[in-house]
Each structure stands twice: as structure tokens, then as C-alpha cells.
């Protein structure tokens, strides 16, 4: 597996503008959570999913800020509008469910999003 | 204008020494707590996790203790090397109805002096 993918790695964008962040969890992982890290706040966690079903978002910012799960292979996190005080390095991770013995999250390399 | 950050903890320590990186937690409810690696532009990997029915665990040049009764939790990394120097972050999961949420502390920047 080539692990957790996120896309794109970089991005920049425009106050006011639509971004969408996307990720591949790995196969076979029940739980995928999304991050955001700052330096005025560290490592936040936004949300996350467990068996494609949003289970906890009440680390998601404003309602400019929404997260989807289609299928079990695939999240989306949208931001609109953007603003610049949205910009941080957005991490995407999976996980077996800790019950099984597993407690490791898989992390993908993060997009660093800039809002100008 | 000066910009304002997390003070993140830092340590140093010389090639070759022990270093121990400590980490408080709040909340009692915790199941497993995890220590996390991070270097410069990659995300979190996993190091060690420990249960929290157990007050030690020990990997490879690693030690992860957990004194429940201060909420306490510590990293010991034996004969550090360089590749050791990154920031290091203590995660807790808490289970909620047969879900597992895994949240970060602020984390500790350990540097290794050749």
C-alpha cells in the first residue's frame, strides 16, 4: 500500500476562493481524521470518521470549514470562503480501530495550504 | 509586530546520552496513549503506544512510561542519534461508544548535538 495520499501538496489560493483538500486513506482502515497544524495552535483535530460516518466535528473551525466521506477510499475537507488566517498545514490520517490491537494512525505528507 | 506561537518545549541533548521527554494529560478517561514523531515536512509517525492498564512499555531504544496517579506520561530514547532530533508529540484515544478519538498534545522539539 502506498500509504495515506493526500492532495494536492501545495496549495494557494485567493481570500474568498473554494479550496478543497483530498485524501486516500489506506486500504482497509476503518478511521480517517483530519488535522490542522499551526504554530499559534499545534496539531488540531477537525474531524473524523469511522466507517465512512463523521463521528466527531466539533474541532472544525466555522462553517466555512466541511468534510465528506463518500466511500471508504476517498474524504474530501472544503473550505468556503478561505480566508488567511485559514492557511496551516492540513493532515489526513487512517486508522485500524485501537480495539483490534492497533493503535497506530497513519499519516499522508500534508497540504500546505496559503491564503493570501 | 512580534508573532505570537506555541512556546514549544525544547531539549538538546549530545549524541550518544538518554534524553527523557515528559508530557502531562488531563483526561482519566484515556484508553491508550501513543508517542509520535514528527520531522521537518513530514507528517506524525507512530513510535510506541501504551494501554492505559499498564505503567510501562519498552521498544527498540525507546521506553514510554505512564504514572497514572500524576497523569504523567514520559518518552525515553536510549543512545540517541541524529535522526532522533524532531519533534515529539504524546497522543492520547478516548473511546466514546465504540468510537476511538486520537487527539495531539503541543509538543516537545528534541535536537541532538553531534
Known amino acids: 500500500d502506498a500509504g495515506v495520499i493526500q492532495s494536492p501538496r501545495h496549495e494557494v489560493t485567493e481570500m474568498g476562493q473554494e479550496v478543497t483538500l483530498r485524501c486516500k486513506p489506506i486500504s482497509g482502515h476503518d478511521y480517517l481524521f483530519w488535522y490542522r497544524q499551526t504554530m499559534m495552535r499545534g496539531l488540531e483535530l477537525l474531524i473524523y470518521f469511522n466507517n465512512n460516518v463523521p463521528i466527531d466535528d466539533s474541532g472544525m473551525p466555522e462553517d466555512r470549514f466541511s468534510a465528506k466521506m463518500p466511500n471508504a477510499s476517498f474524504s474530501t475537507l472544503k473550505i468556503q470562503p478561505s480566508e488567511p488566517r485559514d492557511s496551516a498545514v492540513y493532515f489526513c490520517?487512517?486508522?485500524?480501530?485501537?480495539?483490534?490491537?492497533?493503535?497506530?494512525?497513519?499519516f499522508g505528507q500534508g497540504t500546505r495550504l496559503t491564503v493570501v | 509586530g512580534e508573532s505570537v506561537g506555541l512556546h514549544l518545549p525544547t531539549l538538546s541533548v549530545q549524541e550518544g546520552d538518554n534524553s527523557i521527554i515528559n508530557c502531562a494529560y488531563s483526561n482519566s478517561a484515556s484508553d491508550y496513549f501513543i508517542w509520535y514523531k514528527q520531522e521537518s515536512g513530514k507528517g506524525p509517525q507512530f513510535i510506541i503506544d501504551?494501554?492505559?492498564?499498564?505503567d510501562k512499555r519498552q521498544g527498540q531504544r525507546v521506553t514510554v512510561l505512564l504514572n497514572k496517579t500524576v497523569k504523567h506520561l514520559s518518552l525515553q530514547i536510549a543512545a540517541t542519534q541524529p535522526g532522533d532530533s524532531a519533534v515529539y508529540f504524546c497522543a492520547e484515544i478516548i473511546s466514546n461508544f465504540g468510537n476511538e478519538k486520537l487527539t495531539f498534545g503541543t509538543g516537545t522539539r528534541l535536537t541532538i548535538i553531534p
Open positions: 490520517a487512517s486508522s485500524s480501530p485501537p480495539g483490534q490491537g492497533a493503535t497506530e494512525a497513519f
Open positions: 501504551i494501554r492505559s492498564n499498564m
